[in-house]
């Protein structure tokens, strides 16, 4: 392809609807499928991965932010989409284009019911977020009497759903505790669905909720991570495919004596003779130097080559000792033979982390279809 970079971030659509429909395939047929493609889709692209997610039927997105949602709205996405932390001065613009805000607060709430008076909107369709147990955000469940008498005083608004998240669902050590967020949960939808007269959707589940929890999924579930490939368990991500693949080349290679340094600081010194590649692709790029120092490592002809020394703002360095490759060969960073999980591992980190860290510099290039 002419003019297309060293870098690029594929993003196979075949891999995403296959965990789409492996996780579909874990839930009963009635229950709602939630995509959440906040932070650029993990990471990936926001619209070609939504756009996707629509042609297979999903039922909701969920973003964080309302500029998030907006992108979505400008480039055509129909499908209704909840803004999980939605800030007052953004309302207007929420409104503007038919997003579905979180309430999580009652200055939230209260703010909202303004901004809904004066976009002179009516059965305006939210969100009413519980905290049972994360305490990050939502309301505690002594506010239900709050939620009830400012939602009566100003009937504009629609309680499409009650919902709340789990702190450990990927935790197996902490299954009491969620079980505990689970009894929580059906405690407050009892008490709101009463006052209200009827039973919102109710959801609670994230991917590993999915799979460890499925006796909780009610009426509808929100799955991130497990649309990119991932699951949090080892077994699971092996049915799995990862959606995004995170490519590049061998710029130059250097042969290496015993005692010499590579990169700043001299942060690799060698104890052989080795040789070395550099690679487009720095912690500009989202490869922390967290990553340096052989906490990572790169599959070069399909073997595995650590980052050596420190990771620089624009290039790394591999020690590509006794593989047989050449400049201009093809790297992968991550992918389907080395996942995203393992190259965050050692690193004590996350895919959620690594993906979502990809920066904009990078190309993003769609295959499948
Ligand atoms: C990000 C997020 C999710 C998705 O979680 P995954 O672990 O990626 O499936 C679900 N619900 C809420 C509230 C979130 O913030």
């Excluded at 997610?53 to 129909?78: K, N, P, S």
């Excluded at 309680?159 to 059906?186: G, K, M, R, W, Y």
């Excluded at 005692?259 to 040789?275: C, F, L, P």
């Excluded at 490592?297 to 420190?310: C, D, E, F, Y």
Aim: glycine fraction near 8%; include cysteine; proline fraction near 4%.
């Amino acid at each position: 392809m002419p003019n297309t970079p060293a870098t690029v971030l594929e993003i196979n659509l075949d891999a995403l609807t296959h965990n789409y429909t492996y996780l579909k395939s874990r839930l009963k047929p009635n229950t709602k499928f939630l995509g959440v493609v906040k932070a650029f889709a993990y990471g990936s692209e926001t619209v070609t991965v939504a756009r996707k997610l629509e042609t297979l039927g999903v039922d909701y997105f969920a973003v964080a932010y309302t500029q998030e949602g907006v992108v979505l709205r400008e480039a055509g996405i129909a499908t209704p989409i909840l803004v999980l932390h939605p800030q007052p001065s953004n309302f207007d613009t929420l409104i503007e284009h038919r997003l579905e805000p979180s309430l999580y607060a009652p200055r939230i709430l209260k703010l909202f019911i303004t901004a809904v008076i004066k976009a002179k909107k009516e059965n305006y369709p939210v969100h009413i977020k519980f905290n049972t147990g994360l305490n990050r955000l939502g309301f505690w469940e002594n506010d239900v009497a709050y939620i009830i008498k400012k939602l009566q005083e100003q009937p504009l608004l629609k309680v499409v759903s009650v919902f709340s998240h789990l702190a450990a669902s990927d935790d197996l050590a902490e299954v009491e505790f969620t079980e505990i967020q689970i009894a929580n949960f059906e405690k407050i939808v009892k008490t709101i669905s009463d006052k209200l007269g009827f039973v919102p959707l109710r959801h609670l589940l994230n991917t590993s909720g999915i799979l460890n929890y499925s006796e909780a999924q009610y009426d509808m579930v929100r799955s991130g991570i497990g649309l990119y490939g991932y699951a949090n368990d080892t077994a699971i991500d092996a049915a799995l495919k990862p959606v995004a693949t995170l490519k590049t080349v061998i710029s130059q290679m250097h042969q290496i004596e015993p005692g010499e340094s590579v990169g700043y600081n001299r942060g690799y010194r060698s104890d052989g003779y080795k040789i070395t590649a550099t690679l487009p692709l720095g912690h500009a790029d989202g490869i922390s130097r967290h990553y340096g120092n052989g906490k990572a490592s790169v599959l070069v002809q399909g073997k595995k080559a650590p980052i050596i020394g420190n990771v620089c703002m624009d290039m790394m360095m591999i020690d590509v000792t006794g593989i047989a490759c050449k400049e201009g060969d093809e790297v992968i960073v991550f992918g389907e033979n080395l996942t995203a999980e393992d190259f965050a591992k050692n690193a004590n980190t996350i895919s959620y982390e690594l993906l979502t860290a990809i920066s904009q510099r990078v190309k993003r290039i769609t295959t499948g279809s």
